[in-house]
């Protein structure tokens, strides 16, 4: 059943994708028209769990459209895990920015399997 619901998903992810950009953009332009700075960079190494080249490739992608975040590399460990290296531009630390960017990837690849994020 849960492919009925996969064109849904995928409207749904578009549309919380959208928000993401509009309050990264906000975020961004605060910081650069009032003085001071309220960045702190930061990079973080994210095990994914991405399956294909197009999800892994997607997933990079939404996350350097997103104002403040940047996807700098890729590897694959020994185990055939796929690791994306990520610049935050306001990211605490290395886990909050892992954890911020686990919620994109958990709603993507939810959004594009047909059977859902576990399937």
């Not at 549309?15 to 960045?39: E, I, M, Y």
């Not at 892992?98 to 399997?113: F, I, K, P, Y």
Request: glycine share 10%; proline share 4%; with cysteine.
């Amino acid at each position: 059943m849960t492919w009925l619901t996969w064109p849904f998903r995928l409207i749904g992810y578009v549309f919380w994708f959208a928000g993401q950009l509009v309050s990264s953009n906000w975020k961004v332009l605060h910081d650069n028209l009032t003085p001071g700075q309220g960045t702190q960079n930061g990079i973080a190494r994210m095990p994914t769990k991405c399956r294909t080249d197009l999800e892994l490739t997607l997933l990079a992608s939404c996350i350097t459209l997103t104002p403040g975040t940047l996807t700098i590399g890729t590897d694959t460990t020994g185990d055939g895990t796929r690791v994306l290296f990520v610049h935050g531009m306001y990211a605490d630390s290395p886990d909050v920015l892992r954890a911020e960017l686990q919620v994109m990837q958990n709603r993507l690849l939810r959004a594009l399997r047909r059977k859902g994020l576990n399937a």
